[in-house]
């Protein structure tokens, strides 16, 4: 069985400071992606990754794919209260071409 | 593009009685996926569908759900009788395939008492 294991599972931080999310599996993967989830909301599309070691930047988040296509990390940079959600890592099973295996999330609250 | 839409967003229903869960999916979009979400388990994938025929209901927990998908724009999650231990937020997710990230919509709240 292939498993997505994400930490931490809750982070509560003031505002202006910074944190990382880390996805890890023993597993290889053909993308992996990362969502963001507000309550009562279905999970948003924030970034794909795909190549291994990948990095890409939206604003002040940094998402990283691992060089082996195993893990991932995202890291916020001076986090503000709009950050505050549940964040989602998903990663494409190398056998499918709709599969994904979902992390369990990280719920990340920003306090003013 | 108003995005995946789903009805209701809220569903309180007692034990034994049917549920119908409904989905509009990107107008485009190929693939559609039931997904649930609890605490416990997080998201699970129920069914998924490519050109409205289903693929993979593999996670379908038992014969009470069924899913059907009778055009491109439309789907629905059945629960026939409903039990407390449905009790979850449903999912309905569109991509088009092979393109990236899905589309979820706001999902059902479902409450069986």
């Known amino acids: 069985t292939q498993l997505l294991e994400q930490s931490p599972q809750f982070l509560s931080i003031q505002e202006g400071e910074n944190l990382t999310v880390y996805c890890n599996s023993s597993s290889v993967f053909s993308s992996l992606q990362w969502y963001r989830q507000e309550p009562g909301e279905g999970p948003v599309l924030l970034v794909t990754?795909?190549?291994g070691g990948e990095v890409k930047k939206l604003k002040r988040l940094t998402f990283q794919f691992g060089d082996a296509r195993k893990d991932s990390s995202l890291h916020i940079t001076a986090a503000q209260p709009g950050d505050t959600g549940l964040y989602l890592c998903a990663g494409a099973r190398v056998d499918s071409n709709y599969q994904l295996i979902w992390g369990a999330g990280t719920k990340l609250i920003i306090k003013p | 593009d108003a995005g995946v839409i789903q009805s209701p967003r809220h569903e309180v229903t007692e034990m034994g009685q049917e549920v119908t869960l409904r989905c509009k999916p990107i107008s485009g979009h190929n693939s559609l996926f039931w997904y649930r979400q609890t605490m416990m388990r997080g998201l699970e994938l129920l069914i998924y569908f490519n050109n409205n025929v289903p693929i993979d209901d593999s996670g379908m927990p038992e014969d009470r759900f069924s899913a059907k998908m009778p055009n491109a724009s439309f789907s629905t999650l059945k629960i026939q009788p409903s039990e407390p231990r449905d009790s979850a937020v449903y999912f309905c997710?569109?991509?088009?395939?092979?393109?990236?990230?899905?589309?979820f919509g706001s999902g059902t709240r479902l409450t069986v008492v």
């Open positions: 990754v795909v190549t």
């Open positions: 997710a569109s991509r088009l395939q092979g393109f990236g990230g899905y589309t």
